[in-house]
């Protein structure tokens, strides 16, 4: 669990460090393990960081790439990291962390917004695209990692909690009396974008927004649940299917991903499920 924050500045104006900083803070209980900003005109990043991968001072976050231009903060664990870095080694790009976190920014130079196709994980994150002027923010298929934002006041902002977000003098002052109304009729309150915070949303599951100069687009939807019936149409016994879709889910889960936590060895990590938090 680490904490995510930040703001695109839509009104021209350069990003505002102080509020950037105090949405940090908000989220300080999110990460023990240290904390960092990027500025870089209208663009604040801010990470509050909860080491688990790679515990050296390469994986402190904001990370870029080799040249600075593409800036990442990330909440999540990417659970093939290992062999996606082989195969972006392969590609020429070159590692200074052991991290899951720098594996999303190569993987992002290598193959652009489609890389998210390539991950198997959770994950909520934003990523600065310095040469196109673009902030890239993207949650995970099933929405495991919390992603939320706003704009007002002329701004992007974006956090792991809405209290974060509220930091902000018009964020959050009002409730959504639709989300409130359909709550109490129905006990639902997390199957659309809205929050029960007026002008607060959510990124909904399996979806990606790109912010650039000329304002937030729209959230677009880059995976969706299908139904395969392959196997059953090769006259497959239940057992078998059974046994595929039990293999399929372990995998996602991240069992055997062999990410280690601050306090398992190599050998226990590797053979043991971990889970973490949103």
């Known amino acids: 669990m680490c904490g995510i924050a930040g703001q695109f500045a839509l009104n021209g104006e350069g990003a505002d460090a102080a509020l950037v900083g105090a949405m940090a803070q908000r989220l300080a209980h999110r990460g023990p393990d240290g904390e960092g900003s990027f500025f870089s005109g209208p663009v604040g990043l801010a990470h509050r960081r909860l080491a688990i991968i790679d515990l050296s001072d390469e994986g402190r976050q904001p990370m870029g790439n080799e040249d600075g231009t593409v800036q990442i903060v990330f909440n999540g664990e990417i659970y093939n990291y290992r062999e996606l870095r082989e195969e972006l080694r392969d590609a020429g790009h070159t590692f200074a962390s052991a991290t899951d976190t720098e594996v999303i920014l190569h993987a992002y130079e290598e193959w652009g917004r489609d890389c998210l196709a390539r991950f198997n994980g959770m994950w909520a994150f934003a990523l600065w695209d310095g040469r196109r002027r673009e902030l890239f923010c993207a949650r995970d298929r099933l929405g495991v990692k919390p992603f939320y934002y706003a704009v007002a006041g002329g701004s992007f902002i974006f956090a792991s909690e809405i209290k974060a977000l509220r930091v902000h003098p018009v964020v959050g002052r009002r409730p959504n009396d639709r989300m409130l109304s359909t709550f109490l009729a129905w006990g639902v309150a997390d199957h659309t974008g809205e929050t029960m915070y007026d002008g607060v949303f959510q990124l909904p599951p399996a979806h990606a927004v790109v912010v650039s100069e000329e304002g937030a687009g729209e959230p677009e939807r880059y995976w969706n649940f299908a139904m395969n019936p392959t196997s059953r149409e090769a006259g497959a016994d239940d057992e078998a299917v059974a ?33 973490s938090p949103p």
Request: hydrophobic share 25%; no cysteine; proline share 6%.
């Open 243 to 275: 046994r595929d879709v039990r293999d399929l889910l372990t995998d996602a889960s991240g069992s055997g991903s062999g990410a280690m936590s601050r306090s398992e060895p190599a050998s226990r990590a590797a053979s043991t499920p971990r889970r």
